[in-house]
């Protein structure tokens, strides 16, 4: 059973909607992240938040808009979306963030297709 | 900087056979760890295993095997009498001391009946 959930599996929105992807961990660890994945591609990294506090923003549009309500939650705020931002959205919690020895447990990811 | 490349694109096998994935990584850091992650069509990541950069002992567990070569900077995953339920793309990842993890492009792993 995964220890990370996420909600909903799937989400169809159109680009003017405004939705939230949410992420609930339950193995105590510190630090979450919230991943995009494009089809037959690797992961990409969007945010890190460290003790509640965003520590990583790769560059992302302000169109996605991350919040962590506390050490166990964290959502995604989605508005104004472009077709482009149709991807599997992946969060993953780890203990330790920067530290090498660091293994991060994902969960079962939003399907989010933008008409 | 970090890098992982998994040459494979895509693997194909009957059932009961033996498959190989390669991943070679790339990083000047002496301290490291190295992971497989399994996703299968359901999209969910799965962690296998991570090994540090100074324990080259290969590692079994079940059908699931990894050599780790140093000299070669090669993790290889080998699965044993492979199964329809294996079927996924498996991921090699390698982290450093204060960097994200890095991903390979992964390998997609079809075990046909």
């Known amino acids: 059973d995964t220890e990370v959930t996420q909600t909903p599996k799937h989400l169809v929105m159109g680009m003017t909607n405004k939705k939230s992807l949410k992420c609930e961990q339950h193995?105590?660890?510190?630090?979450m992240y919230w991943y995009k994945q494009k089809a037959k591609k690797p992961p990409e990294l969007m945010f890190v938040?460290?003790?509640?506090?965003?520590?990583i923003n790769e560059s992302v549009p302000s169109r996605f808009s991350p919040e962590c309500p506390n050490s166990s939650l964290l959502n995604l705020h989605l508005h104004a979306l472009q077709p482009e931002d149709s991807a599997l959205y992946l969060c993953?919690?780890?203990?330790?963030?920067?530290?090498?020895?660091?293994?991060?447990?994902f969960g079962p990811g939003t399907r989010l297709t933008v008409l | 900087a970090q890098k992982v490349t998994q040459a494979q694109t895509e693997i194909s096998v009957v059932e009961k056979e033996d498959v190989t994935l390669d991943c070679v990584y790339e990083?000047?850091?002496?301290?490291?760890?190295l992971f497989w992650y399994k996703q299968p069509p359901s999209g969910e990541l799965v962690f296998l295993i991570r090994?540090?950069?100074?324990?080259?002992q290969n590692e079994i567990s079940g059908r699931y095997s990894w050599n780790f070569q140093k000299s070669t900077s090669s993790f290889n995953f080998t699965i044993t009498a492979s199964q329809v339920v294996d079927s996924a793309v498996y991921f090699c990842?390698?982290?450093?001391?204060?960097?994200?993890?890095?991903f390979g492009e992964g390998t997609q792993l079809t075990v046909n009946p």
């Open positions: 990842a390698l982290k450093v001391s204060g960097s994200r993890l890095t």
């Open positions: 090994r540090n950069s100074f324990d080259e």
């Open positions: 193995m105590g660890h510190r630090a």
């Open positions: 938040y460290s003790y509640e506090k965003l520590s």
């Open positions: 993953a919690s780890s203990d330790r963030d920067r530290d090498v020895t660091d293994t991060q447990y």
């Open positions: 990083t000047r850091d002496t301290t490291y760890y």
